[in-house]
């Protein structure tokens, strides 16, 4: 075996902690990790939040962000001990050496530039390439990643491309210098299943054409499975488990990393509807203001009591934007929502106390739904000062009710949501949007932003309380796995339009229309050669046409 191109020993990283109320103090976030890259290989680094995934990312380009520092071991990179390296020479490793994907191409972007510009800059400030050579390399790479019109994508703006092929122009960034390591940090995670699928297959097969070595950060395990050789899984910062894909996949040995490959795993039996509908969107159609276009189309869809409706599709669908109609926000063209057996005014300031009370929402970002300033008696016990008037001792008691409820308890009452972890601040939202006793919860993409245990555990706790509170979920997702674990009946977007409609059992079985297909058959199996398999169908099929 030669030498690795990257080669990590007892890794130590800390940062310092202001929490409130307390003297600032030192933590240890990662605890002496080691490990190898070999040149053309793919190692994924999987596990939870604050597991340290991105911290060593960043570490192998001898970089510690916000505040983190590196304080100990080694890492070397082409033979070198980077860690001893000069401001000089790091400057020329990063970007020139080592290349960086982040997990938000939109944030990393610069929106005054064109595209072009960005994605040359380094490979000519290290001096890898004149000018006009990057700008080949650049087209030549836009083509190899499945980029449209490659010759003259790089003349637009960051904000007139998709949101996958933004991702991908990053990744042409990040090969455009010729690097020997990439650090792909959680490139596909904000995207849906049928952009991903395609940034995922321009990144595996960019990774085998040019022979970078890479490091994959990720905390799906079925992604990383995909293009990974090997793989690291951490958990609060020290290295659980470490092996091939086959083996942590097929033979995981540490209890968390056997979690991990069983997540997901809750059984919904699909309910039939009974009774009345408590929500009827009928022939909704819908533009923004001052736009000419519709943006929705026709849409029917009826959610029953104690139900869920799953609202899916990919980015740009209309799934938020049949939520800001339901909610109010967005004033339709045509049509009306009927809600326990009353028709809804169109706007939301013709709304009355009740149908506030009775209709209410969870957000996708619980860290931006919450106030910082406010404790989780605050944020929870706010509706019910407003709907019921209750004050003292009997809102209390009906704050530590509902904290019991989501699995939390009372020990929560006084804490900030700084204090929380993301899936403790998610049922916090859960908790303040039951406080009002809704018929209806909206939940806007509620465990994207989350683990897979988190949001495992956050799927299995809504279940659970609407078996409790005989409340409906309108569950608005991109996320096939999570659709089929909860659903009892699904709608299917697609530009709009409601394409597919009935109940889960009817529209995951075929005939499938096209673009269903699509969309299911771009869900990431936990299986080896199963991208490989999805990249020669689709082949296959481009060739049949």
Same mark, same amino acid.
């Given at each position: 075996?030669?030498?690795?191109?990257?080669?990590?020993?007892?890794?130590?990283?800390?940062?310092?902690?202001?929490?409130?109320?307390?003297?600032?103090?030192?933590?240890?976030?990662?605890?002496?990790?080691?490990?190898?890259?070999?040149?053309?290989?793919?190692?994924?680094?999987?596990?939870?939040?604050?597991?340290?995934?991105?911290?060593?990312?960043?570490?192998?380009?001898?970089?510690?962000?916000?505040?983190?520092?590196?304080?100990?071991?080694?890492?070397?990179?082409?033979?070198?001990?980077?860690?001893?390296?000069?401001?000089?020479?790091?400057?020329?490793?990063?970007?020139?050496?080592?290349?960086?994907?982040?997990?938000?191409?939109?944030?990393?972007?610069?929106?005054?530039?064109?595209?072009?510009?960005?994605?040359?800059?380094?490979?000519?400030?290290?001096?890898?390439?004149?000018?006009?050579? !990057?700008?080949?390399?650049?087209?030549?790479?836009?083509?190899?990643?499945?980029?449209?019109?490659?010759? @003259?994508?790089?003349?637009?703006?960051?904000?007139?491309?998709?949101?996958?092929?933004?991702?991908?122009?990053?990744?042409?960034?990040?090969?455009?210098?010729?690097?020997?390591?990439?650090?792909?940090?959680?490139?596909?995670?904000?995207?849906?299943?049928?952009?991903?699928?395609?940034?995922?297959?321009?990144?595996?097969?960019?990774?085998?054409?040019?022979?970078?070595?890479?490091?994959?950060?990720?905390?799906?395990?079925?992604?990383?499975?995909?293009?990974?050789?090997?793989?690291?899984?951490?958990?609060?910062?020290?290295?659980?488990?470490?092996?091939?894909?086959?083996?942590?996949? @097929?033979?995981?040995?540490?209890?968390?990393?056997?979690?991990?490959?069983?997540?997901?795993?809750?059984?919904?039996?699909?309910?039939?509807?009974?009774?009345?509908?408590?929500?009827?969107?009928?022939?909704?159609?819908?533009?923004?203001?001052?736009?000419?276009?519709?943006?929705?189309?026709?849409?029917?869809?009826?959610?029953?009591?104690?139900?869920?409706? !799953?609202?899916?599709?990919?980015?740009?669908?209309?799934?938020?934007?049949?939520?800001?109609?339901?909610?109010?926000?967005?004033?339709?063209?045509?049509?009306?929502?009927?809600?326990?057996?009353?028709?809804?005014?169109?706007?939301?300031?013709?709304?009355?106390?009740?149908?506030?009370?009775?209709?209410?929402?969870?957000?996708?970002?619980?860290?931006?739904?919450?106030?910082?300033?406010?404790?989780?008696?605050?944020?929870?016990?706010?509706?019910?000062?407003?709907?019921?008037?209750?004050?003292?001792?009997?809102?209390?008691?009906?704050?530590?009710?509902?904290?019991?409820?989501?699995?939390?308890?009372?020990?929560?009452?006084?804490?900030?949501?700084?204090?929380?972890?993301?899936?403790?601040?998610?049922?916090?939202?859960?908790?303040?949007?039951?406080?009002?006793?809704?018929?209806?919860?909206?939940?806007?993409?509620?465990?994207?932003?989350?683990?897979?245990?988190?949001?495992?555990?956050?799927?299995?706790?809504?279940?659970?309380?609407?078996?409790?509170?005989?409340?409906?979920?309108?569950?608005?997702?991109?996320?096939?796995?999570?659709?089929?674990?909860?659903?009892?009946?699904?709608?299917?977007?697609?530009?709009?339009?409601?394409?597919?409609?009935?109940?889960?059992?009817?529209?995951?079985?075929?005939?499938?229309?096209?673009?269903?297909?699509?969309?299911?058959?771009?869900?990431?199996?936990?299986?080896?050669?199963?991208?490989?398999?999805?990249?020669?169908?689709?082949?296959?099929?481009?060739?049949?046409?």
């Amino acid at each position: 075996m030669s030498e690795p191109l990257l080669k990590v020993r007892g890794l130590k990283i800390g940062a310092t902690v202001y929490p409130p109320n307390e003297k600032p103090h030192d933590i240890d976030i990662v605890h002496g990790v080691d490990f190898d890259v070999q040149k053309g290989k793919v190692l994924g680094l999987i596990g939870e939040s604050g597991a340290g995934k991105s911290t060593i990312g960043l570490a192998s380009m001898a970089y510690g962000r916000g505040g983190v520092k590196i304080t100990g071991g080694e890492v070397w990179v082409n033979g070198r001990d980077i860690m001893q390296s000069g401001i000089g020479d790091i400057r020329k490793l990063r970007g020139g050496e080592v290349t960086y994907v982040s997990q938000s191409a939109a944030a990393s972007f610069n929106p005054a530039k064109k595209i072009i510009d960005q994605v040359v800059e380094a490979a000519v400030e290290q001096k890898k390439f004149s000018r006009k050579e !990057a700008e080949e390399r650049a087209r030549v790479l836009f083509e190899k990643l499945g980029l449209p019109d490659p010759q @003259n994508i790089g003349d637009r703006f960051p904000h007139q491309v998709s949101g996958g092929q933004l991702q991908r122009c990053m990744t042409a960034l990040a090969l455009c210098p010729e690097p020997d390591l990439v650090v792909f940090d959680e490139p596909t995670t904000a995207l849906d299943v049928t952009t991903q699928i395609d940034v995922l297959m321009a990144i595996k097969e960019a990774i085998r054409e040019t022979g970078v070595a890479a490091l994959y950060i990720t905390h799906d395990l079925a992604v990383v499975a995909q293009v990974s050789d090997d793989i690291m899984v951490l958990r609060h910062g020290n290295m659980v488990e470490y092996g091939s894909v086959d083996q942590i996949i @097929n033979n995981p040995q540490e209890e968390y990393t056997q979690a991990l490959v069983s997540v997901r795993s809750i059984e919904h039996e699909e309910k039939q509807p009974s009774g009345d509908p408590v929500l009827s969107v009928r022939n909704i159609t819908a533009r923004y203001k001052g736009t000419q276009f519709d943006v929705l189309h026709n849409v029917n869809v009826d959610l029953y009591p104690g139900q869920t409706l !799953a609202v899916v599709g990919e980015s740009g669908s209309g799934k938020s934007t049949l939520a800001r109609v339901i909610t109010g926000l967005l004033p339709p063209r045509e049509g009306e929502i009927e809600f326990a057996g009353r028709t809804l005014s169109p706007d939301l300031a013709g709304r009355s106390q009740e149908d506030l009370r009775e209709l209410q929402m969870i957000y996708q970002m619980a860290d931006v739904a919450m106030n910082p300033r406010q404790t989780v008696g605050t944020i929870i016990g706010r509706p019910l000062e407003f709907y019921f008037d209750m004050k003292g001792e009997e809102k209390r008691k009906r704050i530590i009710e509902l904290l019991d409820e989501i699995e939390l308890g009372e020990e929560f009452i006084d804490r900030y949501p700084a204090e929380l972890s993301g899936g403790q601040k998610q049922r916090v939202c859960i908790a303040r949007s039951l406080a009002a006793k809704p018929k209806m919860i909206i939940c806007d993409e509620v465990t994207s932003a989350l683990d897979p245990l988190v949001a495992d555990g956050i799927l299995k706790l809504l279940l659970e309380l609407q078996k409790i509170e005989d409340v409906a979920f309108l569950f608005i997702t991109h996320d096939l796995a999570t659709v089929r674990a909860i659903s009892d009946s699904i709608a299917v977007m697609y530009q709009g339009k409601v394409q597919r409609y009935g109940g889960k059992n009817q529209v995951l079985s075929p005939p499938f229309d096209d673009y269903t297909d699509l969309l299911l058959s771009s869900v990431p199996e936990m299986r080896l050669g199963w991208l490989e398999e999805v990249i020669s169908n689709r082949k296959m099929e481009s060739a049949g046409n």
